[in-house]
């Protein structure tokens, strides 16, 4: 069985988890809309991946939607006194799929009181407030009404803890001068680095970052360097790309999802994957040739 206590632990807000956990959106079925192919494969999923020490799970209620909670409540209620489940808010599913903002504060408070329901909780961990400015990455915009609200059900007792997720770094300013934020989740890895001073500050500031998309945004040249590192080290690139991002900064929490029990041992055994400075140095010419590209 995997080791993912070897990734190291942080601080995430007043609890601490450990550095690899995992991502529950893959459990929905296509397109994250509608209920998964194997039901029974999911829920074992879930189990394997707290069976193998995992204890920070992240998912949302707009991930089927309601599918992925509704899931977990199912494999894992009651949870381990240990498990921290982050959720997300802000957005919402249309009828074809589609992914749309829901900022309201009667949008949000719903999303909050789904959320709860459909875990089985009388208050959740953290929540983090997707912005939604543009879908497809972070935009320029003010959040202090969405987060206001927010903060607003934090202060009646049904989230513990905020964070921010497809923000600017002017946007994280903006939100820690309205609440205590506890983690940044957006897009960052290997050969996307647009967050690389964020990361740092954030890692200054004791302030947990998630990326998501490990192997997102490669292009042929880069996964091509990838795949002939993982070859040598006798690994996954999926392994290689999470160890690095391990190795990148002591605040990176790690939540690759997957909706196969075998790619979940495998991405768990990245915790184990120590790279060396030559490898670390070869790897991170992939961000640099991007931004010269």
Same mark, same amino acid.
């Given at each position: 069985?995997?080791? /993912?206590?070897?990734?190291?632990?942080?601080?995430?807000?007043?609890?601490?988890? !450990?550095r690899l956990g995992y991502g529950a959106m893959q459990l929905a079925g296509p397109h994250v809309f509608g209920p998964p192919k194997d039901r029974t494969c999911a829920i074992n999923v879930l189990r394997e991946a707290v069976a193998s020490g995992v204890n920070h799970i992240d998912t949302s209620d707009f991930y089927g939607p309601h599918v992925t909670n509704q899931l977990i409540k199912e494999a894992l209620h009651p949870y381990p006194d240990d498990?921290?489940? /982050?959720?997300?808010?802000?957005? !919402?599913r249309g009828a074809d799929a589609s992914w749309n903002p829901a900022f309201?504060?009667?949008?949000?408070?719903?999303?909050?009181?789904?959320?709860?329901?459909?875990?089985?909780? *009388?208050?959740?961990?953290?929540?983090?407030?997707?912005?939604?400015? *543009? /879908?497809?990455?972070p935009a320029e915009g003010f959040i202090e009404?969405?987060?206001a609200v927010l903060a607003n059900l934090q202060r009646r007792g049904l989230v513990r803890h905020i964070g921010l997720s497809n923000v600017t770094a002017s946007q994280v300013a903006e939100g820690r001068s309205i609440a205590d934020? /506890?983690?940044?989740?957006?897009a960052y890895n290997l050969a996307h680095r647009v967050d690389e001073a964020l990361v740092d500050e954030l890692a200054a500031a004791g302030t947990a970052y998630v990326p998501f998309f490990p192997l997102g945004g490669f292009k042929p040249l880069q996964s091509t360097t990838l795949f002939r590192v993982a070859e040598r080290l006798g690994a996954t690139p999926m392994q290689v790309a999470l160890a690095w991002?391990?190795?990148?900064?002591?605040?990176i929490l790690l939540i690759p999802g997957t909706s196969s029990v075998e790619h979940l041992r495998e991405n768990l055994a990245a915790a184990a994957l120590m790279l060396p400075d030559d490898v670390m140095a070869e790897l991170d010419q992939l961000a640099t040739a991007s931004a010269e590209s």
């Open positions: 069985m995997n080791d /993912v206590s070897r990734a190291g632990t942080y601080a995430l807000g007043d609890r601490t988890v !450990k498990l921290v489940i /982050v959720t997300k808010i802000g957005a !919402k309201s504060p009667e949008e949000l408070t719903r999303a909050i009181e789904d959320n709860l329901h459909n875990l089985g909780v *009388d208050v959740l961990d953290v929540v983090n407030l997707r912005i939604m400015f *543009d /879908v497809h990455g009404e969405p987060l934020i /506890v983690c940044v989740q957006n991002l391990l190795r990148r900064a002591p605040n």
